[in-house]
């Protein structure tokens, strides 16, 4: 009787054993592109997004720190097989004596965590050509010498463009997803400014949608984003468009502007040499009615082309 209460109880205490490293069986780990878009040597930041998925039957845990650095690393190799520098930020915040603040994760049967980090955080990106990328997560963190398992991802392909090549009037050029063209924004008149915008968002087509946006009169209309913007250095205003950007593209913020319209109508374009409007009845098809917004785009007259610096939005019920 003794002998089949031992038995019993290891059989419970292996149960309830959390399962760590690279050898955790059931516990899957994944790399993807956050927001996949053309990338170009020391261009916008090249999100990553981590996931950890607990398919094993039994509870799974593990230590996220603070600094993700402690927690996760990237192997860039070109496809020679010759590994990329780690980058500066990275170097240093691991070389430095410092506390590791860290909290502990608990995943339950089916359940996934997911985060994001920059790819340049980790290495050096400054030359463009054909990449392999592959992540690695410290369950129980990141320590020098540190020779505990991990859990590795699966090979993900990165293809990074020359530098962005100034276009007329200095004017950058950008490429379309789709064909690989090159897109340059043109001498347009403010109604056919908004149009293609609108008709670039009917197609999502992201890259031309964007074309003619004025991110950074946008996203500093806001007060208090302004003082941050002239607070921060190239890099970091870099950084707030790049986000500004996927915020926009995943409606977290500005949502009304990149909601599809099923129909429009430019109804009135007003403008002088600097500045100017356009006034669009746009229509939202729902399930049983139609919602019908009156939107007014506000443009700027910049090196002789028109780009979109705000909107507003006029709700006109339904039909």
């Known amino acids: 009787m003794k002998k089949i209460i031992v038995m019993f109880v290891l059989t419970v205490m292996l149960g309830i054993i959390v399962p760590t490293g690279a050898q955790a069986a059931g516990i899957d780990f994944d790399i993807r592109f956050y927001d996949r878009r053309i990338y170009y040597a020391g261009g916008d930041p090249i999100l990553i997004q981590v996931t950890i998925t607990n398919n094993s039957p039994s509870t799974y845990r593990f230590k ?18 010759r590994q990329l520098e780690a980058a500066d930020t990275l170097l240093r915040k691991r070389t430095q004596s410092q506390h590791i603040y860290f909290r502990e994760i608990s995943l339950e049967t089916g359940e996934s965590f997911s985060f994001e980090e920059d790819l340049r955080d980790y290495v050096k990106l400054g030359e463009p050509g054909t990449f392999v990328v592959k992540a690695s997560v410290y369950p129980e963190l990141f320590r020098s010498g540190n020779d505990a398992q991990t859990l590795e991802s699966k090979r993900l392909n990165l293809s990074i463009r020359p530098p962005v090549i100034p276009g007329p009037d200095g004017i950058p050029l950008e490429m379309d997803v789709a064909t690989g063209a090159v897109l340059v924004r043109e001498r347009l008149a403010p109604d056919r400014v908004v149009d293609y915008m609108l008709t670039a968002r009917q ?37 707030m468009i790049a986000q500004y950007r996927r915020d926009l593209q995943n409606s977290v913020t500005d949502g009304s502007i990149s909601v ?22 746009q229509k939202f098809r729902n399930a049983n009615f139609t919602e019908l917004k009156r939107y007014t785009y506000y443009l700027r007259l910049k090196d002789n082309i028109w780009t979109i610096v705000d909107y507003s939005v006029i709700n006109l019920g339904t039909e």
């Open 203 to 239: 197609r999502s087509q992201w890259e031309r949608f964007f074309l003619y946006l004025d991110l950074e009169a946008m996203l500093s209309k806001d007060a208090a984003v302004q003082r941050r913007w002239n607070a921060e250095s190239e890099e970091g205003r870099r950084r």
């Open 260 to 281: 599809i319209p099923n129909d429009y109508e430019i109804e009135r374009t007003q403008y002088n040499n600097f500045e100017g409007s356009v006034t669009v009845l």
């Open 64 to 81: 996220l720190a603070d600094e993700r650095v402690f927690s996760v690393d990237f192997d860039v190799r070109t496809v020679s097989n």
